[in-house]
């Protein structure tokens, strides 16, 4: 018989499910990052109660603890950054800046709280790193563009 047609299971073509990707470098956080941190723990541990007696190759069980492996992961990891002292663009901020001539305001937090619909923008993010430093009046250089920002206000975020 050819090899083509032997078959050991159905469970080698099955997609491989891979850990969350952790993102590179330290797991900075506000105090709100870890309290969402603490939140996911919290609830993925209640869920994973819930699925107790679930057979160990059940989907929604094998998907609730690479979920709570990921979180516990970042738990451990996080870091609280030091309270910024608003007087120049760093992580914990909200800066409200002129980019190309259009007004925005966005807060500098940690990869796992950052939600750009809601203005939170991960501290690595191009633009992010390209504010750090910055002080209220000062320009600075953009996607190859000089002067392409104008930071207008910085305030801390609580």
């Known amino acids: 018989m050819s090899v083509a047609f032997r078959r050991d299971g159905d469970e080698e073509h099955l997609e491989p499910k891979f850990g969350l990707p952790i993102p590179p470098g330290p797991n900075l956080v506000t105090p709100r990052g870890l309290a969402l941190i603490n939140e996911q723990v919290t609830r993925l541990e209640a869920q994973l109660a819930e699925l107790a007696g679930a057979a160990d190759d059940d989907p929604q069980l094998m998907s609730a603890k690479r979920n709570l ?82 930071v207008l206000a910085i305030a801390i975020i609580s």
């Not at 990891?77 to 001539?101: I, M």
């Not at 750009?116 to 923008?121: I, K």
Request: hydrophobic content about 40%; proline content about 5%; cysteine-free.
């Open 69 to 150: 492996r990921y979180w516990h992961t970042r738990q451990i990891t996080a870091e609280l950054a030091p309270q910024p002292s608003g007087e120049t663009v760093e992580f914990g901020v909200r800066v409200t800046f002129r980019l190309n001539g259009k007004e925005r305001t966005l807060g500098i937090v940690g990869d796992d709280e950052a939600d750009p619909a809601a203005g939170l923008v991960s501290w690595s993010a191009p633009l992010a790193r390209a504010l750090m430093g910055a002080e209220v009046g000062e320009m600075l250089d953009f996607g190859g563009n000089a002067d392409a920002i104008e």
